[in-house]
């Protein structure tokens, strides 16, 4: 039987590939050997093990998907169960029964197609911590209303208490990255101080203790989260307001997951990117000499086995030089991320990843000991050269080799428009954007100032 099964690991889901076709052409499909395995989603909290046994994915060819390949008849593993599409998340497209159907259906009841759209947050990794919250008290405000200026919130952004944070293994003076998911039918007592629909919410939370313990009511209960209406995914824009008022809610059970914690990183552009919205002089201003002489680079290792193999262990010591500066800021969590901060490949976080790891830590060990180059000639040297040196070229010809410091934005009141503070670089003008880059207008010029507390931030200036 095909069944998805719940583990330590995560939930463990059969994966059926829509696009197989067999030797006579005809496009039958067939399961993977493996299932994917979903780690830290809010998805395997909300749901009990059973009434998530019928959930599977079918996934499309990537360059040129099929929509007919979803028909039901295809994916059929013929085990007497009718599933049928619930939601999207990227290339991945989930099946499950008609009630498993029902349940998770009911969080887009509004606007089905935000099933496509907002699914990828039911199995975002919250790697950081996820946690069921009970009689999760929850005030909804809206930024956009002058009423709810003293909140400080913003576009998705919102607060919460040290207490609450902690609890999914975020840090009373670090804001965090979150998913959270209502579902009315944990409303069992009937209760009306809860929101009339289901919902998932996205965006960034800061701890904020003393803003929430201003607004105690007079039996002292303080909000543990403020949630700003334009988290709230899922839900058709025009009825967002009439369904979800603003207000004081206690929330008989919630799921709320830490996708991140803020950091400052390092991350890299792609040429997707840069090379569709920016023309061809800067582009050879900018971009193509770095690119050129990494490549370069790459070309002169290969010729040179006694090079490429110190390169290989400089690689590696500077990742581990970075891990060990997360540890001592306290973000283990990040390490399984440590591919998205720093000028490498993406790895995955999969036990394949994991393997992939431990390999290459033995055989960096290996080649340090090989103080004199012996190992060069041999098949075990040429695999582990090929396979860095094929990451390097991918990486390259995919991301280009322009890195940039990166950190979680979050909107304040205080500074001007046009002006931003990160302490993290030098004061005056800088270019920052949001990452990946959609357009042009997601680059722009800043005005960077250094103020602790954000006091004596300058006087926005006319232009």
Wanted: overall charge negative; aromatic content about 6%.
């Amino acid at each position: 039987m095909v069944a998805t099964v719940c583990t330590e690991q995560g939930l463990k889901i059969p994966v059926f590939d829509a696009a197989y076709t067999d030797a006579k052409g005809r496009n039958v499909g067939k399961f993977f050997n493996n299932p994917e395995i979903l780690r830290h989603s809010i998805l395997q909290a909300m749901f009990q093990p059973e009434e998530l046994k019928t959930l599977m994915i079918v996934k499309l060819d990537k360059s040129n998907p099929d929509p007919s390949q979803l028909r039901a008849s295809i994916h059929d593993p013929e085990d007497g169960i009718k599933r049928r599409m619930i939601f999207q998340s990227g290339n991945s497209y989930y099946f499950g029964d008609e009630t498993l159907a029902k349940k998770i259906g009911d969080l887009f009841v509004t606007e089905k197609d935000t099933a496509c759209r907002y699914g990828s947050l039911l199995v975002s990794t919250c790697m950081s911590g996820v946690s069921e919250c009970d009689n999760l008290r929850v005030k909804i405000v809206d930024f956009t209303d002058p009423q709810y200026a003293k909140y400080r919130t913003g576009d998705c952004h919102g607060a919460i208490s040290s207490e609450l944070i902690k609890s999914i293994g975020g840090e009373k003076n670090r804001a965090s990255q979150f998913r959270f998911a209502w579902l009315r039918s944990w409303n069992t007592d009937n209760t009306e101080s809860t929101p009339q629909v289901s919902f998932l919410a996205k965006g960034t939370l800061r701890p904020d203790d003393n803003l929430l313990d201003s607004l105690a009511d007079s039996e002292g209960n303080t909000p543990q989260l403020i949630l700003d209406r334009s988290s709230i995914k899922g839900i058709n824009k025009k009825q967002l307001k009439e369904l979800i008022p603003c207000g004081d809610y206690e929330l008989p059970k919630a799921i709320l997951g830490n996708r991140k914690n803020s950091q400052i990183g390092i991350t890299q552009t792609s040429w997707q990117s840069t090379g569709v919205w920016f023309d061809e002089e800067a582009q050879r201003q900018d971009l193509v000499p770095a690119a050129k002489a990494e490549a370069q680079r790459l070309a002169a290792l290969q010729r040179d086995p006694m090079k490429l193999r110190q390169a290989m262990i400089e690689d590696y010591d500077k990742r581990e030089a970075y891990l060990a500066r997360l540890n001592e800021r306290k973000l283990k969590e990040q390490q399984d991320k440590l591919s998205t901060t720093i000028d490498d490949e993406i790895i995955s976080n999969s036990d394949e990843s994991t393997e992939d790891n431990k390999r290459e830590r033995q055989e960096i060990q290996m080649l340090k000991s090989d103080k004199f180059g012996l190992m060069i000639g041999s098949p075990e040297f040429t695999n582990m050269a090929e396979r860095w040196l094929a990451s390097k070229w991918r990486n390259l010809a995919t991301r280009g080799a322009l890195s940039m410091t990166s950190a979680m934005a979050l909107p304040c009141e205080d500074l001007p428009q046009g002006t931003v503070c990160a302490n993290h670089l030098e004061e005056g003008e800088c270019v920052q954007g949001r990452f990946p880059i959609l357009n042009k207008d997601g680059l722009r010029i800043y005005q960077n100032v250094h103020a602790k507390n954000l006091e004596n931030i300058p006087e926005e200036t006319p232009g």
